[in-house]
C-alpha cells in the first residue's frame, strides 16, 4: 500500500465515523485499523526523512522533518 492510498483509507475511515452510522463494535474495528495505518504511514514518513537527511548529509545541507507537527519542515 503507498503512503497515499493509507492517507486516503484514513480519511475514509475519519469520514465514516463523522457520519455517526458506524456501531460500536465496527468503530473499535476501524480504530484498530487506524492505528495500524497511521503507524505505517508514520514509518514511512520516517523512511523519507532519513533518506532525504542522508542525501542533505552528502551534500552539506540540513534537513529536519518534524513529525510531531505536519505542517513544519525545516
Known sequence: M???E???ALEQLVQEV???EVS???LVS?????SK???YCRGLLGDAE????????DK????DLNLDDPGSAH
Open 30 to 34: 476501524r480504530y484498530e485499523y487506524g
Open 50 to 57: 532519513m533518506r532525504l537527511q542522508q542525501f542533505d548529509k
Open 2 to 4: 503507498s503512503f497515499e
Open 6 to 8: 493509507a492517507v486516503e
Open 60 to 63: 552539506g545541507q540540513s534537513f
Open 24 to 26: 460500536l463494535h465496527d
Open 18 to 20: 463523522e457520519d455517526g
Open 37 to 39: 495505518l497511521l503507524k
